[in-house]
């Protein structure tokens, strides 16, 4: 069985309308060759949270905030995964607070791998945004944090990142 692969989109990708169409053209989904896109929060999360005076810098702060970030962020992952279907590609959005699949423990980030290695290998791209609640307070992951707890569950996943300038020790295949 063909390794997974796990697509890292960096900041800048994620505001970029027309990258998100474009990946939806260039990638194909299969069981062969399963994938799970990773992602941040972007410039539409925190332009929702500035029109109520937010930052995703104040997650944690109060559970009005959280659940105000927890929106925001969750309305651009059904964007991004919008417009990923719209391209033809067939793909369904998730946060890390969805059923912990992202969780804190012992100050270790930890991944559920095999819940969404599952759906990844039915054929559709899950796309995971890197937020997470640890002891009732949100929390926004890094992407490399995301891959090192990745490759912890899943020691076979070929990392790839989309961004400028990828961390080189997280690099992979």
Do not use: C, Y
Not at 52 to 69: C, F, H, K, N, Y
Not at 83 to 102: C, E
């Amino acid at each position: 069985m063909t390794p997974l692969r796990l697509v890292l989109i960096g900041r800048k990708l994620t505001e970029d309308l027309l990258f998100w169409e474009q990946l939806g053209r260039a990638v194909k989904a299969s069981p062969e060759t399963p994938m799970v896109l990773l992602h941040g929060p972007g410039e539409v999360t925190e332009r929702t949270l500035e029109g109520d005076g937010l930052s995703v810098a104040d997650a944690g702060r109060d559970p009005e905030t959280d659940a105000a970030i927890i929106a925001a962020f969750r309305a651009e992952n059904r964007r991004s995964v919008a417009m990923l279907t719209d391209a033809g590609l067939p793909a369904v959005g998730f946060l890390g607070t969805d059923r912990r699949m992202i969780s804190m423990d012992q100050g270790l980030l930890n991944v559920r791998a095999d819940l969404i290695s599952r759906t990844a290998a039915s054929g559709t791209i899950p796309l995971l945004g890197g937020l997470f609640e640890d002891r009732g307070l949100v929390r926004i992951a890094g992407l490399g944090g995301m891959a090192s707890a990745w490759g912890r569950a899943d020691g076979a996943v070929s990392i790839r990142w989309l961004v400028p300038r990828p961390p080189r020790e997280l690099m992979s295949g």
